[in-house]
């Protein structure tokens, strides 16, 4: 396949420089970093290979901006793509092999329209899934409309008639309620316009919460909501933007599925990606391109190159049905938080939110759903004034029993609820959004505890566990039935 997902082909390694241009060769680099360049003669865009008291490590000399400091030259690593900075002070000598300068624009193409093809949308709230990086700035310039995209990813023609929409321009940490609301409100739009599905261009850092917030705000799906973005940045050989966006756009397009989901890598290779339900998946790793995990359950499906492969029964998720309505419910309660409890906590903490006009508090507690004592006053406080409590497990995997200890049972008898196996990122949004609705106590614990869409399971999967550390004996055992 094309994985051209961001800087065009670079020029060919020429053993020549190009006549001096001092705005350019040096662009960003001052003081004792400029002038180590200009004693070795390199450029920007040299191909070197710079010798360090730490050892050899070959690379482009990349630009740097303006504020940058003048005690480093950065390079786009030969071996695997990565930008690092090298300390001036550690350089012995800079040998160039050549000049090399990117091209970071993408090729646009018009995307070519098919009567018979399906129509997608692809809504963007500022994640990357097809980009490139300006090397001037260091900032990544998403491709976004249908003709970078096509021009990124051409295999997308084969697959639908897609249009794009910019939602908002926002790192995910920044991605919150309003955004959630506005999402769901534009999703239906585009539902109601005859799209056979919509994909969500997503930063990866919050993407699970997003999940969860639109399996909740817009229910009874007719076509599939699939979230997805990249784990590495597109201009790196690594990345996983093309594959990621192509296996969402066909899951949007042709998946039958009636539900949101995400879709990211499985494996760390390019074989697959899976398909996680909203309200059961996490951000398990800050950098494997693996990193979105199924917790106390199983994917919906793996998709590849040869199509959609299910992995739940087949009546244990909703399927594409173009009869159903959707139906819009955005509304959420900010004041809303989660308590990560930690041994020796102090009730402050609990006051604290109390006092700031918090009305609901998930806590992820420790084992089965335990805090200490100390936090029993602020808890029974918080009751009294009104605060929904609900109690979950930051184990992730499991679920909250509350009856087996008396810690457990001394907990709920001062009015906190356990939530079964529901994540705590999941009944934070839950939570609220049902204050959202309601804020009569007996509604929420109803409201909360009735299942929208696998928030809670009755049970987990024998196969809804499972870590994959070396040297396990079961896991050995395991492997070896497969040495050839």
């Not at 994640?127 to 990813?153: H, K, N, Q």
């Not at 494996?267 to 951000?283: F, I, M, Q």
Request: some cysteine; proline content about 7%.
């Amino acid at each position: 396949m094309n994985n051209e997902t961001s800087i065009a082909q670079d020029e060919i390694l020429s053993p020549s420089l190009p006549p001096p241009n001092p705005e350019e060769d040096y662009k960003g680099y001052k003081g004792h970093a400029r002038k180590l360049l200009e004693e070795k003669g390199a450029r920007v865009w040299c191909e070197v290979v710079l010798e360090t008291t730490s050892g050899d490590f070959p690379g482009i000399l990349l630009p740097r901006t303006e504020t940058s400091d003048d005690r480093h030259l950065v390079i786009k690593l030969t071996y695997n793509g990565y930008n690092v900075g090298i300390a001036v002070d550690t350089i012995t000598s800079i040998k160039i092999l050549g000049y090399r300068k990117a091209n970071y624009q993408i090729p646009e193409k018009e995307f070519p329209f098919n009567p018979g093809m399906p129509d997608v949308v692809l809504l963007g709230t500022g994640g990357t899934i097809a980009s490139r990086l300006d090397y001037r700035t260091g900032a990544v310039i998403p491709a976004f409309s249908p003709g970078e995209l096509y021009g990124a990813v051409p295999e997308l023609a084969d697959i639908c008639n897609l249009s794009t929409r910019k939602l908002y321009g926002e790192f995910s940490e920044n991605i919150g309620p309003p955004h959630w609301m506005g999402l769901a409100k534009e999703i239906k739009k585009e539902i109601e316009n005859g799209v056979a599905g919509v994909v969500v261009g997503h930063g990866t850092d919050t993407m699970h919460y997003t999940a969860a917030a639109l399996t909740f705000m817009i229910q009874n799906l007719p076509v599939p909501v699939v979230i997805v973005g990249s784990q590495r940045s597109s201009d790196r050989p690594s990345s996983d933007a093309a594959y990621n966006l192509i296996r969402a756009v066909n899951t949007a397009a042709t998946g039958d599925f009636g539900e949101v989901m995400i879709c990211m890598f499985g494996p760390t290779s390019d074989y697959y990606d899976l398909l996680h339900r909203g309200t059961r998946v996490r951000k398990m790793h800050s950098s494997y391109r693996s990193a979105f995990r199924t917790i106390s359950d199983v994917p919906i499906a793996r998709v590849d190159d040869k199509g959609f492969h299910p992995i739940k029964h087949d009546d244990a998720y909703r399927h594409r049905d173009h009869s159903q309505i959707p139906e819009l419910d955005a509304v959420f309660d900010e004041r809303v938080s989660i308590v990560w409890y930690y041994p020796n906590m102090q009730p402050d903490v609990i006051n604290s939110l109390i006092d700031n006009g918090y009305k609901g508090i998930i806590i992820a507690g420790t084992g089965l759903g335990h805090v200490n004592k100390p936090l029993y006053p602020a808890i029974k406080r918080g009751v009294e004034a009104g605060v929904q409590f609900f109690m979950t497990v930051q184990t992730l995997w499991g679920y909250v029993q509350m009856f087996v200890y008396d810690t457990g049972r001394d907990i709920m008898e001062l009015g906190v609820t356990p939530l079964a196996n529901m994540l705590p990122e999941v009944a934070y949004v839950k939570l609220g959004w049902v204050l959202g609705h309601t804020h009569e106590p007996a509604e929420v614990k109803r409201m909360m505890l009735k299942t929208i869409n696998g928030e809670i399971t009755e049970r987990e999967p024998i196969d809804g566990y499972l870590v994959m550390q070396g040297g396990l004996p079961e896991l050995d055992d395991y492997f070896k039935r497969f040495q050839v």
